[in-house]
């Protein structure tokens, strides 16, 4: 496999900086990438202690329902990464077969869903964005044919590029973090509104009672205890438990895990 020129990585390169701060960023992220490794499927996802995974960018071409039904809506628990993460993972450049060595899980994931991507070899770069919060890029091949070394040091190399642009991207840190939502630059904003609220509307219908819904819902939206209490018309401490409850019911521990999951339901709407 061939990479791009200089001069092509540092074209990508003024691209992505000028990107930062809109939703185009992860896409010149990916591209900027592209010019030091070669790779045929390019994933983008946020990890935070506690939540699910978040999703950001991908151009994936085979089996792209398996990540939108069942990666996103709990298979990421079991992916190397993802616990490795939740075991201190240091940023840097990994083999997911590395990875599954390391935590003795065996052939499972590797015949199970893995394998029904069509995936052979991956490479995740791990970047460290605030506390407890990371972005992990991930670089797949569907023939079996390793990254080597030389382009495992481009990556290394290009780390401390891709953190920085991400940590000026998504800059603070705050209890419901702002991640590029998966919404397309063309999309009409009457249209996104629709689909917002029909997600809003369906969200934990499964899991949660008729109250807990109305309570996610506005929770999702950014308002607190005493403003629910309010607009639903009972008292701060009958929210305080349906929150506790919801919080159980959807595996989250926090406002902000609570919205990032919404995110992921939000996409497979």
């Not at 990438?33 to 991908?58: E, F, H, K, N």
């Not at 770069?125 to 070394?149: C, I, Y």
Request: with cysteine; proline share 3%; charged share 20%.
């Amino acid at each position: 496999m061939t990479i791009a020129s200089h001069h092509t990585y540092e074209q990508a390169l003024a691209r992505a900086i000028g990107a930062m701060g809109s939703v185009a960023f992860v896409r010149q992220l990916a591209a900027l990438i592209a010019t030091r490794v070669s790779s045929d499927c390019t994933l983008i996802l946020s990890y935070r202690s506690g939540g699910p995974a978040v999703y950001l960018y991908d151009n994936l071409q085979h089996r792209r329902d398996l990540l939108f039904q069942q990666y996103l809506n709990g298979v990421y628990a079991d992916d190397p990464f993802y616990r490795a993460l939740s075991r201190g993972l240091n940023e840097g450049v990994y083999s997911l077969r590395t990875l599954v060595a390391e935590q003795g899980m065996g052939p499972d994931y590797m015949a199970g869903f893995y394998q029904a991507t069509g995936w052979q070899e991956e490479l995740g770069l791990v970047l460290s964005l605030h506390k407890d919060q990371w972005v992990t890029l991930f670089l797949g091949r569907m023939a079996a044919e390793p990254f080597n070394s030389d382009e495992q040091a481009r990556l290394r190399q290009l780390l401390p590029v891709l953190g920085a642009l991400c940590r000026q991207h998504w800059p603070v840190e705050s209890e419901v973090m702002a991640l590029s939502p998966p919404v397309e630059e063309s999309s009409a904003p009457g249209s996104m509104r629709d689909q917002v609220e029909m997600a809003l509307a369906s969200f934990g219908r499964a899991r949660l009672t008729r109250r807990e819904q109305q309570v996610a819902a506005l929770l999702i939206q950014g308002r607190d205890n005493d403003a629910i209490a309010q607009e639903l018309g009972i008292g701060v401490g009958t929210i305080k438990n349906h929150r506790k409850h919801l919080y159980r019911k959807l595996h989250v521990d926090s406002q902000a895990a609570l919205f990032a999951h919404f995110l992921n339901h939000l996409i497979t709407q």
